[in-house]
């Protein structure tokens, strides 16, 4: 067989030419391109989405749980005598804006100890290898989501062949199941398996104390059938319409006081921050407002799941 071919003779001397002087030059500027790509994936669609990366005030909700996130964003800061909790990391590109909110609340962004998620999609677990650097936080993760965070988003059944849904990929240090507690500081979180959005959505629930009334919190992983999402025949989440109804008796289930959510518009943040008063009443209590989005949630998912199931037909 002859070699005259350039791009046969390449191919025949692949393995040669990988270790070239010339090929290890360009090896680190391609590791550094490659880096630069995911580090700014995000921004593809936080221009989309200009309220993910757009700066919110950061304020106590009731007790010690504190909202540091963007307007689009939500980020939840637990603070306890041992150090703090945070939920979502979101964009890389967030995590300043997140760090400026809790030191703006008078705390310490390093003091964060445990980082928690609502579901594993770039813009709410993208920036935890960043936090994780900074603050040394202990990485907890529902077990079904786990290979997406550790794979950087690449085993997501929906976006993992998508470019720009990718992020760092991120070691989690503590494997969540459901009905998990997380504890520090005479906190206790729990976390509830919410699957569908992702397999491993989780919702959190706790307590908090406000004026010597306790009061039951949610915060909402997500019950959204995104774009594109295949409820019938999907052969790389064959369970989704039944992790979807598992996730609405799960949430029905609940007792909720406080309703808040992955993203402010589940729970209308930009419309109920401006009734907040020192001494007030909490606007984000607000049980019928959560049993209300549940059910038109899972109004919305019967109707999709009704109209794929007769295009399939």
């Known amino acids: 067989m002859g070699t005259s071919r ?7 001397h692949a393995e040669d030419f990988a270790y ?15 880096i630069l790509v995911l580090a700014t994936a995000g921004s593809v669609f936080a221009q989309a989405n200009p309220d993910w990366t757009q700066p919110f005030p950061p304020f106590r909700i009731a007790g010690n749980l504190y909202y540091v996130g963007s307007k689009g964003l939500a980020n939840y800061f637990v603070t306890t005598p041992q150090g703090n909790i945070l939920i979502n990391s979101d964009l890389e590109a967030n995590v300043p804006m ?24 770039w813009d709410h677990d993208a920036g935890s290898a960043m936090i994780k ?22 085993t997501d059944f929906e976006y993992g062949n998508t470019p720009t849904t990718l992020y760092r990929p991120t070691k ?4 969540l199941h459901d009905g998990d ?18 397999k491993g959505c989780t919702t959190w629930t706790m307590e908090v104390t406000e004026h010597d009334k306790k009061y039951n919190v949610v915060i909402l992983g997500s019950p959204n059938v995104n774009p594109g999402y295949k409820l019938v025949d999907n052969t790389a989440y064959p369970q989704i319409a039944e992790d979807y109804e598992r996730m609405w008796r799960v949430l029905k289930s609940l007792p909720c006081d406080i309703f808040l959510g992955a993203h402010g518009n589940y729970f209308g943040l930009e419309e109920k921050y401006p009734l907040m008063k020192e ?35």
Request: glycine share 8%; proline share 6%.
């Open 6 to 12: 350039p791009e046969l003779w390449c191919w025949l």
């Open 20 to 34: 070239t002087p010339p090929m290890r030059q360009i090896i680190p500027i391609i590791s550094r391109v490659l």
């Open 98 to 121: 997140i760090e400026a909110s809790v030191e703006k609340l008078g705390f310490k962004f390093k003091d964060t100890k445990i980082l928690l998620i609502s579901h594993a999609h």
């Open 133 to 154: 650097e900074m603050t040394g936080a202990t990485y907890m993760v529902m077990d079904a989501d786990v290979p997406v965070v550790e794979s950087g988003g690449k």
């Open 172 to 175: 989690v240090d503590r494997v």
């Open 181 to 198: 507690e997380v504890r520090l500081g005479g906190t206790v979180l729990v976390a509830h398996l919410t699957p569908g959005h992702t």
């Open 279 to 313: 001494g007030g009443a909490i606007p984000f209590v607000d049980p019928n407002g959560y049993k209300n989005y549940i059910t038109q949630k899972e109004r919305d998912f019967r109707t999709e799941l009704a109209r794929q199931k007769l295009a399939a037909k």
